[in-house]
């Protein structure tokens, strides 16, 4: 069993920054690559930015340029600095594991980021 542990949301205004924190514990070594999804009220959930075992990272298009996920192996952590955030970014963010099969298991509580205009 993989746990993961998110902190970091809160209220910012629009053009701030937050940083948001996934931690791991348990079965690390099951983990094929960590994502950051997000979901809006009325929306449908989508994937952010993800980080593969071997780093490589991928960002959707609303948010590159504005968005920096990096990993600290040694603390078993993902980051996700947000920066310019902007009201459309209100959503709640779930960090969340890949299992190398395909299939994505093991997800955070969510933490709510809300960007104020």
């Known amino acids: 069993q993989v746990q993961l542990v998110e902190s970091g949301g809160g209220l910012v205004q629009a053009g701030g920054s937050l940083r948001l924190s996934c931690a791991a514990s348990?079965?690390?070594?099951?983990?094929?690559?960590i994502g950051w999804y997000r979901q809006a009220p009325g929306m449908q959930r989508e994937l952010v930015a993800s980080i593969t075992n071997d780093g490589n990272i991928h960002y959707i298009d609303s948010v590159k340029g504005r968005f920096t996920l990096s990993r600290d192996n040694a603390k078993n952590t993902v980051y996700l600095q947000m920066n310019s955030l902007k009201p459309e970014d209100t959503a709640i963010y779930h960090c969340?594991?890949?299992?190398?099969?395909?299939?994505?298991?093991?997800w955070g509580q969510g933490t709510q980021v809300t960007v104020s205009s």
């Open positions: 348990g079965s690390i070594f099951s983990i094929n690559s």
């Open positions: 969340a594991a890949e299992d190398g099969l395909g299939y994505i298991p093991w």
